[in-house]
Nanobody, 123 residues
Framework: QVQLVESGGGLVQPGGSLRLSCIAS??????????MGWFRQAPGNQRELVAA???????NYADSVKGRFTISRDNAKNTVYLQMNSLKPEDTAVYYC???????????????WGQGTQVTVSS
């Protein structure tokens, strides 16, 4: 069983930055995880992909965050990061770390999930 633990959320002013981290741990099966990523969900909205990255570094971003967010991964530490710059109020959501043995944009492809961390962008 793979477990994901997020950290780094919080309150930030518009234009500010935050860095989210997610550590994966497991007694077994961790090497079956190919892609890790971040989804977000705002109240009343569906959960949507923010960014994802494969074990070899291929990435996928939502159009709304391209040029502002950067996803990276340290395979040795089983950790994925999301650097969020130029934050906007519409980025406010609960951000979930996730992992999949496959690859893609659909939420249904992702088998393991963290508990979520709140990101609030407000003045």
């Amino acid at each position: 069983q793979v477990q994901l633990v997020e950290s780094g959320g919080g309150l930030v002013q518009p234009g500010g930055s935050l860095r989210l981290s997610c550590i994966a741990s497991a007694s077994r099966g961790i090497f079956s995880i190919n892609a890790m990523g971040w989804f977000r969900q705002a109240p009343g909205n569906q959960r949507e992909l923010v960014a994802a990255i494969t074990r070899i570094g291929s990435t996928n971003y939502a159009d709304s965050v391209k040029g502002r967010f950067t996803i990276s991964r340290d395979n040795a530490k089983n950790t994925v990061y999301l650097q969020m710059n130029s934050l906007k109020p519409e980025d406010t959501a609960v951000y979930y770390c996730t992992g999949t043995t496959g690859w893609g944009r659909s939420v249904s492809l992702y088998q393991v999930w963290g508990q979520g961390t709140q990101v609030t962008v407000s003045s």
